[in-house]
């Protein structure tokens, strides 16, 4: 069962910009804090960039300045618009919510990925 679905990842150019769209299912029907997390080969999982319901933010430091993230409550999507991208931020992008589902569910929900490279 797909509770979270991004969209948007690619091959991009260094210094380029692309954005992901993460969209809830109808069977989520609140969300708290929604995020994205990232994993390169070899490495961890880790935090990139995190929005509560009041739309507070935050990122690793990695990518402040770079990235941004963004939420509709309405439409349950959280967005990552993502510029002057590096080799670096090459990985897995995965969304992120703290939700509760229509069967009384809360927990931590992951979307399923979507790849992000970065190279010219």
């Known amino acids: 069962q797909v509770l979270l679905v991004e969209s948007g990842g690619g091959l991009v150019q260094p210094g380029g910009s692309l954005r992901l769209s993460c969209a809830a299912s109808?069977?989520?029907?609140?969300?708290?804090?929604m995020g994205w997390y990232r994993q390169a080969p070899g490495k961890q999982r880790e935090v990139v960039a995190t929005?509560?319901?009041?739309?507070?933010?935050n990122y690793a430091d990695s990518v402040k300045g770079r990235f941004t993230v963004s939420r509709d409550n309405d439409k349950n999507t959280v967005t990552l618009q993502m510029s002057s991208l590096k080799p670096e931020d090459t990985a897995i992008y995965y969304c992120?919510?703290?939700?509760?589902?229509?069967?009384?569910?809360?927990?931590?929900?992951w979307g399923q990925g979507t790849q992000v490279t970065v190279s010219s």
């Open positions: 929005i509560t319901i009041a739309s507070s933010t």
């Open positions: 109808e069977d989520i029907i609140l969300i708290n804090g």
């Open positions: 992120y919510a703290r939700a509760r589902t229509r069967w009384g569910v809360e927990g931590d929900y």
